[in-house]
T-cell receptor
Framework: NAGVTQTPKFRILKIGQSMTLQCTQD?????MYWYRQDPGMGLKLIYY???????DKGEVPNGYNVSRSTTEDFPLRLELAAPSQTSVYFC????????????FGSGTRLTVV | AQKITQTQPGMFVQEKEAVTLDCTYD???????LFWYKQPSSGEMIFLIY??????QNATEGRYSLNFQKARKSANLVISASQLGDSAMYFC???????????FGKGTKLSVKP
């Protein structure tokens, strides 16, 4: 049982380049999320989705885009990478409800130079 | 606005002793869930324990317990008999409502000394 799979694990981008962070889950969860983690700042929500075809902005969406064409996949697109996007990115999924926590992917460490 | 506050950026504890990591939260909702996650140096996020707002008893999971004081809006994590492998970042998080997202505190870095 793979859970939540994120690729790549590490990536170095040059300023202005674009890339897609991939996220796939095999638990049939309707809800999926992208967070970024900066040192000393906890995790901040970038985008989330409550089902295929439905996405919404989180706390820090600028510079990112997402799509949700299937229940399993929730890719995060970075356009025109900037140094401020250097961070660790986590994808997660869950069921709805206050008693459900998240299952996290292993994270992607992105450096923009 | 909802908020999670962890006031201890870093803590030290002697091996085999107990330690309490503080977490306070702010919400006007009646129904919410409180979670603790562990993040070791390898980076993954590991779920530790959950407490529902309507739960009357404090949650326990092995060496982890959650000291839930609803009136004070606190949800402190207690780790008993600390082990070297407990050295990690610990995050408190809250989820409200049927479609609410998890919001996280800034974390506490715990170091266990031999």
């Amino acid at each position: 049982n793979a859970g939540v799979t994120q690729t790549p694990k590490f990536r170095i981008l040059k300023i202005g380049q674009s890339m897609t962070l991939q996220c796939t889950q095999d638990m049939n969860h309707n809800y999926m999320y992208w967070y970024r983690q900066d040192p000393g700042m906890g995790l901040k929500l970038i985008y989330y989705s409550v089902g295929a075809g439905i996405t919404d902005k989180g706390e820090v969406p600028n510079g990112y885009n997402v799509s949700r064409s299937t229940t399993e996949d929730f890719p995060l697109r970075l356009e025109l990478a900037a140094p401020s996007q250097t961070s660790v990115y986590f994808c997660a999924s869950s069921q709805p409800g206050v008693n459900y926590g998240y299952t996290f992917g292993s994270g992607t460490r992105l450096t923009v130079v | 606005a909802q908020k999670i506050t962890q006031t201890q950026p870093g803590m030290f504890v002697q091996e085999k002793e107990a330690v309490t990591l503080d977490c306070t939260y702010d919400t006007s909702d009646q129904s919410y869930g409180l979670f603790w996650y562990k993040q070791p140096s390898s980076g993954e996020m590991i779920f530790l324990i959950y407490q529902g707002s309507y739960d009357e008893q404090n949650a326990t999971e092995g060496r982890y317990s959650l000291n839930f004081q609803k009136a004070r809006k606190s949800a402190n994590l207690v780790i008993s008999a600390s082990q070297l492998g407990d050295s990690a970042m610990y995050f408190c998080a809250m989820r409200r409502g049927s479609q609410g997202n998890l919001i996280f505190g800034k974390g506490t870095k715990l170091s266990v000394k031999p």
